[in-house]
Structures are given as C-alpha cells and as structure tokens.
C-alpha cells in the first residue's frame, strides 16, 4: 500500500487562501487517482476533490469554486488550492488513493489514508 504524508495546513484568517500538499511513498501513485476527504468536529468524512493519472479532475459541488486540486509531473504528490476560506471549512483535511471517481464524487476504493491535516479558518 502506498503511504502518504499530508502538509500545509494551518490557522488562516475567513476570505485567507491555503495549498495542502500530499507526498506518496513512491512511483506506483502515478497511475492512481487521489484526492483530499475532510471531516470536521462531530461529522463524517466527506469527499473534496479528486484528480486521475491523466489529470481530469473531481469536486464536490460546494467547493469547485474555491479549491483546485493539481498534481506535480512525477504524479507522486497532489496539491489542493483553498482559496476564500470559510469558517465552515475547519476540518482536518486527508489524502486517500486510490479512488473511484464519477461526476462529482470520488469514493475511496482500498484506499491508503494519510494522517490527516487541520485547516482552521477563523471569522
């Protein structure tokens, strides 16, 4: 299984921007799709955003226009872009692969989970 090591977050002040990083272990994640879940206080872990081996990429609905998810050219590490912070969006924030994606929603599919990252926007 691969391992995977999320970075980045961090307190930031509502309409602040964040870039989570995730890094995996090694060069089988190249062909795998990964994506960012969140779960904040009380709730389910919840889909963000997902990116395949070819670059397409997934959003939950809410967050398509505020958060990008990119890869680096080794596709060995995925990037989430938040920008426009709310205070809805405290959470700790995970990585997982691979996934399943359809439409706009990715499922983890035995998927590896990183630590976890927590992402605190103040009002």
């Known amino acids: 299984q691969v391992q995977l090591v999320e970075s980045g977050g961090g307190l930031v002040q509502a309409g602040g921007s964040l870039r989570l990083s995730c890094a995996a272990s090694?060069?089988?994640?190249?062909?795998?799709?990964m994506g960012w879940f969140r779960q904040a206080p009380g709730t389910e872990r919840k889909f963000v955003a997902g990116?395949?081996?070819?670059?397409?990429?997934y959003y939950a609905e809410s967050m398509k226009d505020r958060f990008t998810i990119s890869r680096n050219g080794a596709k060995s590490a995925v990037f989430l872009q938040m920008n426009s912070l709310k205070p809805e969006d405290t959470a700790i924030y995970y990585c997982?692969?691979?996934?399943?994606?359809?439409?706009?929603?990715?499922?983890?599919?035995?998927?590896?989970w990183g630590q976890g990252t927590q992402v605190t926007v103040s009002s």
């Open positions: 090694d060069d089988t994640s190249s062909a795998l799709t």
């Open positions: 997982a692969a691979p996934l399943e994606c359809s439409g706009n929603e990715c499922y983890p599919h035995f998927a590896s």
């Open positions: 990116i395949n081996w070819s670059g397409i990429t």
